[in-house]
């Protein structure tokens, strides 16, 4: 549901206005830039703020973001800008807007500085316009954003900077009423790149917002498929027996691009393949990274196998190796997907298990480690499942995921040769990007007694297996020698 509150009328936004009441002017923005890469079903902005300390001893910062944006963040992440690790920040919905509060590194004398970096990743945020191409045509899509960079603080110079990967902007909003921040022109482009601002002397009071906040949009052309995999159900079992992890994904995909004008003419997508000038708005083939050491790869659709992919893999890699190393997978769907168009399929693989489950002798815990998906390159996925399936008497089950999860159970999954079942932990998620691409980490315990009672059913397996064919083979001599 929350996905879709950009296409909430425009008044509302407005009647969000922010109050920010509570927030002394413990810093001022000496400088905020907002730079937003505009994408498919992704858009990735980071917002540089450069901080000045008012009073003495701070050590918050708060981040104001309007409930819609908020709303269209599927993840967020504060730094110091040039820094690595990610700042602690705690979210507050209780007011009219967002704020995020991040906790300094150090605190801040009176005049202070310190340069914040808020990177956000924005999904379902572009809509095709036209919402119809011919297959010749190119793909046109439309972002819309905020002018002002909201703050609970007075902001010195702000600008807001809005990219598009390719050169050809068709239009973008030229902003009202905002002579008072402007000293040399309220827009301007430079190839790709359209660039609100400067503007000068931003106040936080309701005021502010009511009467100057608006919304702009670029309109742009975009030359990759603009693709939603609307769900994605993994599944990862470990065999201790097999020495395995198996993971396996179903996904069920679909073109978010406009919709074809007219017939769809093979002939005119061979000749534009031939020329290496696809249609943007067509899928033709994907590529994902899949873990090292991968063996026994499969890829399925309604129709049974599609013979048209290609594994090149990786050697496996010891655990907790820095090595960035991957088996790559390229996928090439049964048949083009339009826009509007839908395609389902399954893919899997097995891993060597040592790849991704350590032991603790001493305290006789297994840890593994599944990871939560395998991005496909600009891809949001809005419902995702994750069910790691354990070895047969697990106990003591124990998880933790990389970031909050929507929900997570418990559950036993009965499969062959099983006498108790399996313990499985189930997450979901929404809407998720290539930023999520965290480890889920389970630890687990497998007592003697389950180990003997797998060794028991397995061998009663194997027995009745030998015995029938004991039988068999007699009776087949029997009857030979008649
Ligand atoms: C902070 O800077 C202002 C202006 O630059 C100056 O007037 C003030 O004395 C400074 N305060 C401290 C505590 O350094
Ligand atoms: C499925 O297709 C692949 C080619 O991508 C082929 O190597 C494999 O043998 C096929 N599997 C089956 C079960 O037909
Ligand atoms: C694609 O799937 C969605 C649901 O996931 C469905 O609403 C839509 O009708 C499907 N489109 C086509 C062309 O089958």
Redesign the pocket.
């Known amino acids: 549901m929350a996905r879709r509150w950009w296409t909430l009328p425009l008044f509302l936004v407005s009647a969000l206005a922010p109050s920010f009441s509570l927030a002394g002017p413990a810093f001022e923005n000496t400088a905020i830039v907002r730079t937003i890469e505009l994408g498919g079903s992704l858009v990735h902005v980071s917002t540089t703020y450069a901080v000045k300390a008012l009073e003495p001893g701070q050590t918050t910062y708060q981040i104001a973001l309007s409930k819609v944006e908020r709303a269209k963040t599927s993840w967020l992440e504060a730094k110091v800008k040039g820094q690595t690790t990610p700042l602690k920040l705690s979210e507050d919905e209780s007011s009219a807007e967002y704020l995020l509060s991040i906790s300094l590194p150090k605190a801040l004398a009176v005049n202070g500085t310190l340069n914040l970096v808020l990177e956000t990743m924005q999904t379902h945020v572009t809509h095709p316009f036209p919402e119809q191409a011919a297959q010749n045509e190119p793909q046109l899509l439309k972002y819309e954003t905020d002018l002002f960079t909201i703050s609970p603080y007075t902001t010195l110079v702000q600008r807001t900077k809005i990219k598009s990967i390719a050169p050809n902007v068709i239009s973008y909003t030229t902003p009202h009423d905002v002579d008072s921040f402007v000293r040399d022109g309220s827009v301007t482009r430079s190839g790709g790149t359209i660039t609100y601002g400067p503007y000068h002397d931003i106040q936080t009071d309701t005021d502010f917002v009511a009467k100057h906040q608006q919304s702009v949009s670029v309109h742009y052309s975009f030359d990759y498929p603009v693709i939603e995999v609307e769900t994605l159900r993994r599944t990862a079992e470990i065999s201790h027996w097999g020495s395995n992890l198996n993971i396996e994904d179903k996904a069920h995909l679909h073109n978010a691009g406009p919709t074809l004008k007219g017939h769809f003419s093979r002939l005119e997508y061979q000749s534009q393949n031939f020329q290496r000038k696809q249609a943007p708005h067509i899928l033709s083939d994907f590529t994902l990274h899949l873990p090292p050491g991968v063996t026994n790869a499969?890829?399925y659709d309604q129709n049974g196998?599609?013979?048209?992919?290609?594994l090149r893999t990786a050697p496996s890699i010891a655990k907790g190796s820095k090595a960035v190393q991957y088996s790559v997978l390229q996928l090439r769907p049964r048949y083009p997907v339009l826009g509007g168009w839908n395609y389902s399929y399954t893919i899997g693989f097995d891993t060597p298990l040592q790849d991704s489950v350590s032991y603790d002798a001493k305290n006789g815990v297994y840890m593994v480690g599944v990871p939560v998906l395998t991005p496909i390159p600009g891809t949001v996925v809005n419902d995702a499942e994750v069910k790691i399936i354990l070895p047969e008497g697990a106990t003591n089950v124990e998880f933790v995921s990389p970031f909050p999860e929507i929900s997570n159970s418990m559950s036993t999954h009965i499969s062959y040769l099983d006498t108790v079942g399996r313990p499985a932990v189930t997450f979901t998620y929404k809407d998720l990007t290539y930023k999520h691409t965290g480890i889920i980490y389970v630890s687990y315990q497998v007592p003697l007694s389950a180990h003997l009672k797998k060794a028991l059913s397995v061998s009663a397996a194997f027995f009745s297996l030998f015995a029938f064919t004991f039988m068999a083979r007699r009776v087949n001599l029997n009857l030979h020698k008649k």
Not at 305 to 310: A, L, Q, Y
């Open positions: 499969y890829f196998n599609v013979s048209t992919s290609h």
